[in-house]
C-alpha cells in the first residue's frame, strides 16, 4: 500500500539559510499535517492544511511556512535557520478528520 | 509533554511476557491514537480508539480508553524482540483539525 512520502530524507543546512521539505499524501487523503520532533522529544503539532486551505496552527515559528497544493501535496518553507531547528520533520495525512493519521519517514534536518 | 504522561517511561522485559503502557491526558478527546517509533525513524501507526469505545484488539495489541479517567492502556501480549521500540500515545482533539498531541512515549526494551 502506498506510504506518505517526504523528500529529502536528509538536509544539511548552515545557519541562515534556507530550507524547503516536501511531503506526498497518501493518495485520497485530503489532510495533511507537519510535525517537528527534537532530539528525545516527543512530536509537536506545526500546522495542517484541509483541502487545501490551512485548518490549524501550532507551534510553528513565523520564519517558517507552508502551503497544501492542488495535487494534495504540502512544502513546508523554513527560513532564517537556526541550530535549534535542527530535528525532525514529519508530514502526516488522514482521510478527512478525526481518522488515523499516517506519517511519513520524517525529514531529518540538520543545522549547522 | 503538552498532553500528559506515560507511564512507565522505560520498560524492559523477556521476550514472551506481557507489556502494558499507560498514556493519560488532559483534554476531551476525539480518538487516540499509538504509535510505535525505533529509534531516530518514522512514526508507525498502530492503533486508533474512539471517544465512545472502551476496548479495541489488534493482533497482539490491546487497547482500552477510559475517558472518565482520561486515560488509556496499551497492552502487547507475548513479546518479541522485534516490539523494542518507543511507543507513543497521541490524542486527536475537538478542535478544528484534529491534530495529534501526543505524550511522552514510553522506551520498550525486550531481551531475546
Known amino acids: 500500500a502506498a506510504g506518505v512520502i517526504q523528500s529529502p530524507r536528509h538536509l544539511i543546512k548552515e545557519k541562515r539559510e534556507t530550507a524547503t521539505l516536501k511531503c506526498y499524501p497518501i493518495?485520497?487523503?485530503?489532510?495533511v499535517y507537519w510535525y517537528q520532533q527534537g532530539p528525545g522529544q516527543d512530536p509537536q503539532f506545526l500546522i495542517s492544511?484541509?483541502?487545501?486551505?490551512?485548518?490549524d496552527k501550532g507551534s510553528i515559528p513565523d520564519r517558517f511556512s507552508a502551503q497544501q497544493f492542488s495535487d494534495y501535496h504540502s512544502e513546508l518553507n523554513m527560513s532564517s535557520l537556526e541550530l535549534g531547528d535542527s530535528a525532525l520533520y514529519f508530514c502526516?495525512?488522514?482521510?478527512?478528520?478525526?481518522?488515523?493519521?499516517?506519517f511519513g519517514p520524517g525529514t531529518r534536518l540538520t543545522v549547522l | 509533554s503538552q498532553q500528559g504522561e506515560e507511564d512507565p517511561q522505560a520498560l524492559s522485559i523477556q521476550e514472551g511476557e506481557n507489556a502494558t503502557m499507560n498514556c493519560s491526558y488532559k483534554?476531551?478527546?476525539?480518538?487516540l491514537q499509538w504509535y510505535r517509533q525505533n529509534s531516530g525513524r518514522g512514526l508507525v501507526h498502530l492503533i486508533l480508539?474512539?471517544?465512545?469505545?472502551r476496548e479495541k484488539h489488534s493482533g497482539r495489541l490491546r487497547v482500552t480508553l477510559d475517558t472518565s479517567k482520561k486515560s488509556s492502556s496499551l497492552l502487547i501480549t507475548a513479546s518479541r524482540a522485534a516490539d523494542t521500540a518507543s511507543y507513543f500515545c497521541?490524542?486527536?482533539?475537538?478542535?478544528?483539525?484534529?491534530?495529534?498531541?501526543f505524550g511522552s512515549g514510553t522506551r520498550l526494551l525486550v531481551r531475546p
Open positions: 480508539i474512539r471517544s465512545n469505545e
Open positions: 493518495p485520497r487523503h485530503d489532510t
Open positions: 492544511f484541509y483541502e487545501k486551505m490551512q485548518s
Open positions: 483534554t476531551s478527546i476525539n480518538n
Open positions: 497521541a490524542t486527536g482533539g475537538m478542535d478544528s483539525s484534529y491534530k495529534l498531541i
Open positions: 502526516a495525512s488522514s482521510l478527512s478528520y478525526g481518522n488515523e493519521q499516517f
